[in-house]
């Protein structure tokens, strides 16, 4: 099998692993390669996506037989083992023409665990140490290999995650039998542990496959507080379910939800940035999102006696929790007005978007149109027409995946 | 301060520009506008060069009386595609002369908004082309890339690369500007296409071969389910297809 035929299978069969991000570390060497803290996107595939790694599995054979996953045992399928040489030039070439950030490594399972984890660290460390590769790399815990070893990856690398796959311990049971939540929970333990500068410098983040079993939003971000706050992780990534595989246990769908998934990813920005808790934008009765508003413009909504927020007096707390307002807006604000007072002709000269924002703020006592129109079924409207409006001519998903 | 109807023409160097504002500065002179010398102005406007100073400390002279900060902010405007952009260096000069770095927060001021609006442009496609430049090998293992940006970053995405591939040769190309940066596995430095030529191009061996290998992986990646084609489009826009290799196949497709 030529080379070109391995990676086009080795490709495809890490594909639907959604993390591409390259941040959050700050990597020199004295060979090639640098890091950049931000990140750098190098391309963008059909789908939208960012391609900033060159994500790739080490081999696509495996022992496991989990029913979503295009490399379950049981499939008939092409099979394909990358030797540490061919990673390490297909690396290399790539990085040296600016095609990539770095490398992600992901692998199925063969023979064991650890034998697997060996055959990564093997991979890893010619790069590192013999080509003397100062990129970034993003490599997968295996689960159920033994600390040793995942201490020897993590310090090669700048990220070290492993997956949850699914959000609850049912759900695992039922498509993925040989894997077991809690050897997830041990390496993010570990992980966690013993991060530093020189272990995982990048963090660690994991990924959630949505729509493949029943679970609803509630459940979701239920497991996703959970984990920022047991193993702080940086990311949690969601990904929308493809049927890649036929089985009376997975359910038959016609698209993928990524409207849905979309609303998870603008949920997770609120747990992580935004100060909210999950119980605020969800609960038992309503356990899952509102797709035709976003996770804040429903919040705020259904908590119309907070606002309308005047812009030249309120908290950044407070800030954030406006519909519209992002971090960058949220300081910018705080950091002018102390030099003027803001009204909304400002608002526009420091670029501020104020589409949603509008409905929601007064500046200097004043609202941007007549006050009995801060009325919650008006704002409602305006905001699903917005909405609407933007979904079909832009931007509708992915925004987010930096 | 009192306004004045002339354009007022400069030597069309950074350095030359900064001196003509300090002159009028100086003289309390609001200009019309500011324009380079190769402007042509028409049957209404009137131009003016005045006698400037050349001198090369004013960069220190601009740090001292506003900030480090404010003067790496004139820099990317300077290099910016705009064309007013004279005009709002004056400007954003002038106040910031007054404020220093509290500047940054006053974007109700006059060409603040504008200012900070073109730096952030000017970052925003110096970040896009860290990515998006790609190189070739050529023979005699140099890499080589061309690029064609719509603000004057050569000099900014060097510095990247001087970091990234230090123990490589490298040269990249501006073909909008004619502008070389060319790197010794030591320094890099800038150079107009006049003054150096390229004497082969001729690609290395494997260079056909790591491309289609690239491309393939490039093909292999996407989701097809997810196809979204504007959303390829709002991240990495059609105007920069041109030399990120990968795409060469779906220029071809819509041509």
Redesign the interface.
């Known amino acids: 099998m030529d080379l070109k035929e391995k990676l086009t299978i080795l490709a495809d069969s890490a594909k639907y692993d959604a993390s591409c991000s390259s941040s959050g570390s700050n990597r020199k060497s004295n060979g090639i390669g640098n890091t950049a803290v931000a990140g750098i996107c190098h391309s963008f595939s059909a789908d939208g996506r960012c391609i900033s790694l060159l994500k790739i599995l080490l081999t696509n054979c495996c022992i496991y037989d989990c029913k979503y996953c295009l490399n379950r045992r049981t499939n008939n399928i092409k099979r394909a083992t990358f030797t540490s040489l061919e990673i390490c030039s297909i690396t290399m070439n790539f990085y040296r023409r600016n095609y990539i950030e770095g490398l992600f490594i992901s692998s199925g399972i063969i023979k064991s665990p650890d034998y697997t984890m060996n055959l990564i660290i093997d991979a890893i460390s010619l790069l590192r140490n013999k080509y003397h590769f100062g990129g970034y790399i993003h490599a997968k815990a295996i689960p159920g290999a033994s600390d040793v070893l995942i201490k020897k990856l993590g310090l090669l690398v700048d990220r070290l995650s492993a997956n949850v796959e699914l959000p609850t311990e049912e759900g695992l049971k039922l498509l993925a039998p040989n894997k077991e939540s809690d050897k997830v929970d041990k390496i993010m333990n570990y992980v966690n542990k013993n991060k530093s500068n020189k272990f995982v410098p990048a963090g660690q983040s994991t990924q959630m496959i949505i729509g493949a079993t029943s679970e609803n939003d509630l459940d979701i971000m239920t497991k996703s507080s959970k984990l920022y706050e047991n193993h702080k992780l940086k990311r949690v990534f969601y990904s929308a379910y493809i049927p890649v595989n036929k089985d009376n246990l997975l359910p038959t769908l016609d698209k993928p939800p990524l409207l849905r998934e979309h609303r998870l990813y603008q949920a997770d920005w609120l747990l992580r940035y935004y100060n909210f808790k999950v119980d605020e934008i969800l609960d038992k009765d309503n356990p899952n999102f509102n797709l035709l508003l976003d996770p804040k413009a429903n919040w705020a909504l259904k908590h119309l006696e907070e606002f309308p927020k005047e812009i030249n007096t309120c908290s950044y707390l407070d800030l954030l929790k406006i519909p519209g307002i992002g971090v960058t807006s949220a300081k910018r604000i705080i950091s002018s007005r102390k030099y003027f007072t803001i009204d909304f002709k400002d608002l526009k000269k420091m670029g501020i978007v104020l589409k949603r924002a509008k409905y929601f703020i007064t500046c200097n006592k004043k609202y941007f149109t007549s006050e009995n129109m801060f009325n919650k079924k008006i704002i409602e409207r305006n905001l699903i027409l917005e909405e609407t409006i933007e979904k079909n001519t832009n931007i509708e998903q992915l925004t987010l995946f930096k | 301060m009192k306004k004045s109807n002339y354009i007022f023409l400069y030597n069309n160097e950074f350095i030359d520009l900064l001196n003509l504002i300090k002159l009028l500065i100086k003289k309390r002179i609001i200009p019309l506008n500011i324009k380079n010398d190769k402007y042509q102005a028409n049957l209404f406007e009137e131009t003016l060069k005045l006698d400037y100073e050349q001198d090369d400390n004013i960069i220190n002279e601009i740090i001292k009386a506003s900030s480090k900060e404010v003067f790496n902010t004139i820099y990317k405007i300077f290099l910016s595609n705009k064309d007013d952009k004279e005009i709002i260096i004056y400007y954003f000069l002038l106040q910031s002369f007054k404020y220093k770095n ?1 500047i940054f ?4 001021l006059c060409g603040v ?1 504008e200012a900070l ?1 073109i730096t952030k442009y000017v970052e925003h496609e110096t ?1 896009k082309f ?8 050529l023979k005699g293992n140099i ?1 080589y ?1 061309e690029i064609e940006p719509e603000n004057n970053i050569l000099f900014f995405v060097s510095k990247h ?1 001087q ?6 040769y490298w040269i990249i190309e501006d073909k909008k500007r004619n502008l070389l940066s060319i790197y010794d596995k030591n320094k890099f430095f800038l150079t107009s296409t006049e003054n150096f030529t390229l004497m082969q191009k001729e690609l290395s061996e ?1 260079e056909e071969d ?1 491309l ?3 491309k ?3 093909k ?13 489009m ?3 826009p059609k105007k920069y297809w041109k030399y ?1 290799i ?1 795409m060469s196949d779906e220029i071809e497709k819509n041509s």
């Open positions: 509290k927060y006053m974007r109700n908004n609006k970040h860290k990515g998006f430049l790609r190189f070739k090998e890499l890339a690369f970091r990234r591939l230090k123990n490589e494997c790591v289609e290998l690239w393939s992986f490039y292999t990646i996407a989701i097809k389910e997810r196809t979204n084609e504007r959303c390829r709002n991240f990495m990120i990968e």
